[in-house]
């Protein structure tokens, strides 16, 4: 699959919104939509874009394939990011348009996006059972922090922090796809060809 990485565009914040809800299966046939204050946070694109930086992946047909939000420290969104450090948050892909290497390549842009901004670590968080989630940060370099774990009551679940040192140090490329997107051109930091 070929895409490109790019920052969103204002005409597409509702688009985007109803990619993240997908993306976390909230859209899947019997799923249930989260909780209202939930539910707000992943529809609410434009309030990600004017925190941080919005990005998407899009597939060459225009469709809109994933998205991933990056944000300083400091920023209401931002709630594991410390001084020094940048949160990514909300990397979401459609369930059809997995496993092609979309994930790898929002994060690796999210970590230069970081990089421009002088962070010294970009830091996520995920539930503690999304090991597949886990997988993939592990793989692209991403360490697991126990010590800075989030313990929330239910109904929430708790969280798993993961930081990766700054500037960006790619592990082994997952894909050739996620190669390309460490290989391109500084000069075309809005988008990145996959």
């Known amino acids: ?11 597409e914040y509702r688009d985007i919104g109803q990619l993240t809800l997908a993306g976390f299966g909230h859209l899947e046939p019997g799923a249930a939509l989260p909780d209202g204050e ?4 992943l529809l609410d694109a434009e309030g990600r874009d004017r925190q941080g930086v919005l990005l998407v992946a899009e597939g060459t047909d225009g469709q809109l394939l994933g998205t991933a939000s990056i944000f300083p420290h400091g920023v209401p969104y931002a709630r594991q990011a410390g001084v020094g450090e940048a949160e990514l948050r909300l990397l979401a ?43 993939l940060y592990v793989r692209f370099g991403f360490e697991h922090r126990p010590e800075r774990d989030v313990h929330r009551e239910p109904p929430k679940v708790p ?31 809005d988008s990145a060809v996959v």
Not at 1 to 11: E, H, L, Q, S
């Open 159 to 189: 969280l798993a922090v993961f930081t990766l040192d700054l500037p960006y140090r790619a592990a082994a490329p997952a894909s050739p796809r996620a190669a390309a997107a460490q290989g391109a051109d500084a000069e075309s930091r």
């Open 38 to 41: 939930r539910l707000a946070l």
């Open 93 to 135: 892909v459609l369930p059809a348009a997995r496993k092609q290497g979309l994930g790898y390549a929002l994060l690796a842009e999210g970590a230069n996006v970081a990089t421009e901004w002088g962070a010294e670590r970009l830091v996520l968080d995920t539930a503690q059972h999304n090991l597949r989630s886990q997988r």
């Open 1 to 11: 699959m070929t895409f490109i990485v790019r920052r969103a565009r204002p005409d």
